[in-house]
């Protein structure tokens, strides 16, 4: 059965409870992790993956707290005990191909793929395909590269996610009639931040896609002080979930 896992339901600011964000889609025996901050590698060994397993990496921006464990995740394919074999595939927004080479000029021979295959990929309107799979991005409302993904299989099963956002017509486009809408929900209702979403924001775009079940995420320590669901619920009245690092969900 398709999975999610929370790798991290954080943010850039260290925290005990909260990893970096990084979440795994397990699905059709494939692996998609979609986005890697500081720390991820390392929390996928806790649920059994390791940088041999991943096929593809989905970034939905290059904020350190995204992206930061890419580097680490390179490094390891090509000098781990037993290198990875199997192809890799990155995918990011606009630019993304630009930010690679410069990480490529910095660390050079140390993520060169060997003995295995990288791809790297900037989506923007086409959508990727991947054994059935397939992936569906728009940009989103945080940086101009910004975009959220929705992965669609089988008989119209959906996930989507935001990645970091604003409220955007786009967001509720994307996340139309989604099994599972996972949102980033930085701050509580009475401290938003542009560019981020509250969990009321978060409320009105699951009310306004219509999706089946809402999970949030992206959650600031501050967030833990506040009573998030509650301010969600007020707005939304579906299934809401509060990410916790290695929750697991079934889709
Ligand atoms: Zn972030
Ligand atoms: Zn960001």
């Given amino acids: 059965m398709p999975e999610l896992i929370i790798l991290g339901s954080g943010t ?67 000098y781990g005990e037993l290198p990875r074999q199997k192809e890799l595939t990155l995918v990011g927004g606009c630019g993304f191909k630009q930010h690679f080479q410069m990480l490529k000029n910095l660390y050079a021979a140390w993520i060169e793929p060997q003995p295995y295959q990288l791809t790297v990929k900037e989506v923007v309107s086409s959508p990727l395909l991947l054994d059935g799979i397939k992936i569906l991005s728009k940009s989103m ?25 604003d409220y955007c017509e786009n967001l509720v486009s994307l996340a139309w009639k989604a099994d599972l809408l996972v949102l980033e929900c930085s701050f509580p209702d009475q401290k938003k931040v542009e560019g981020h979403l509250t969990p009321s924001l978060a409320g009105r775009v699951a009310k306004e896609s219509h999706c089946k079940k809402l999970l949030l995420t992206h959650l600031y320590p501050l967030c833990d002080q506040y009573d998030i669901l509650d301010q969600c619920k007020k707005v939304f009245q579906g299934e809401i979930l509060l990410a916790e690092d290695l929750m697991k969900i079934a889709i």
Avoid at 19 to 24: D, H
């Fill in 141 to 165: 409302a945080h940086l101009p590269e910004s975009i959220g993904y929705r992965v669609e299989w089988g008989e119209g099963k959906s996930i989507v996610i935001s990645g970091d956002t």
């Fill in 12 to 78: 850039g600011i260290p925290s005990l409870r909260r990893a970096s964000p990084g979440l795994l889609l397990s699905l059709k025996s494939r692996h998609i992790v979609i986005d890697s901050g500081p720390g991820i590698l390392r929390r996928m060994l806790e649920v059994g993956i390791t940088y041999r397993d991943i096929d593809l990496l989905l970034y939905t921006h290059i904020h350190p707290d995204h992206i930061a464990d890419l580097v680490p995740i390179l490094f390891a394919c090509k």
